[in-house]
């Protein structure tokens, strides 16, 4: 991106009174993947100075959590924490603030840079699966996920392994992205959190008729779809599909 361009983002910010030019990369993946709805519970890892979770306070209305190795200057309605995301400790910080699942992860997340790509990229891959590794356990099932990663040999490794917990996952550069820099970000829509993967073989007790008449079987509380089969059956079903609120099995 030229400076000119650069300098327009961060005058924007300044008149707009957002902490950081990055606070329009937020807006612009939003528009693009609504990851963020009005009355979500988001939580922020990477906050500091806060341009995102001034966008995701606006956009939610909702619960915002920041979370940062830096002090957070307060915010109206948002939450800070200052603790590592590394870290297993801060998982019960972040739970106590939340307090219940959260809707949306977002992580901006940077190391310091030395220059050297490689180590630059590595570091960046390990924040970012602390992050994954983060949402798997906060996110409620269905969830949305947005994370930074520096691109490198790991980048295509790491959106692979986000592309096993979601529905879909993919890299995107917003236009506030400066050209000349390696960051990329993933975006992972519906977070997978299901008790069945796909292939499993399982006997299912239909207790409901779904509204397309299809069998519908529980397990721990997840609804698994299998057609052909009736209400007060037991089958056995293989599961051939899971999406983030119900599975589907075919009779055997
Ligand atoms: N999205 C933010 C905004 O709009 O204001 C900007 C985030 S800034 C680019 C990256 C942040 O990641 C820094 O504030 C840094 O302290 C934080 N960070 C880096 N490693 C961290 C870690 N292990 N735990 C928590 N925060 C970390």
Redesign the pocket.
């Known amino acids: 991106m030229a400076r000119d361009q650069r300098d327009y983002f961060y005058r924007k910010a300044k008149e707009h009174g957002y902490?950081?030019r990055?606070?329009y990369k937020?807006q612009q993946i939003n528009q693009r993947f609504h990851l963020i709805q009005k009355g979500d519970k988001i939580l922020?890892?990477?906050?500091?100075?806060?341009?995102?979770?001034q966008v995701a306070k606006e956009i939610s209305l909702g619960t915002v959590v920041g979370?940062?190795?830096?002090g957070i200057k307060p915010i109206d309605g948002v939450t800070t924490i200052v603790?590592?995301?590394?870290k297993e400790e801060t998982l019960k910080k972040i739970y106590q603030a939340l307090d219940g699942p959260a809707d949306v992860v977002i992580c901006?997340?940077?190391?310091n840079l030395t220059g050297h790509w490689t180590l630059d990229h590595s570091r960046s891959i390990d924040?970012s699966r602390?992050a994954l590794a983060v949402a798997k356990k906060v996110l409620k099932p269905g969830g949305n996920f947005l994370v930074?990663v520096f691109q490198g040999d790991t980048f295509r490794e790491y959106l692979f392994e986000a592309k096993e917990e979601f529905r879909v996952a993919r890299s995107h550069s917003p236009a506030a992205s400066r050209k000349e820099s390696a960051e990329m970000y993933v975006v992972g829509l519906g977070l997978l959190k299901a008790p069945v993967k796909v292939g499993d073989e399982i006997d299912l007790d239909i207790v409901e008729t779904g509204k397309s008449g299809d069998g519908l079987a529980f397990v721990e509380g997840f609804k698994v779809f299998v057609p052909g089969a009736k209400k007060g059956e037991i089958v056995r079903a293989k599961i051939t599909d899971v999406r983030p609120n119900y599975a589907i099995g075919d009779l055997k």
């Open positions: 902490r950081a990055s606070a937020l922020d890892l990477g906050a500091a100075p806060g341009g995102w979770l979370v940062d190795l830096e603790a590592d995301i590394t901006d997340a940077a190391p924040l602390s930074k």
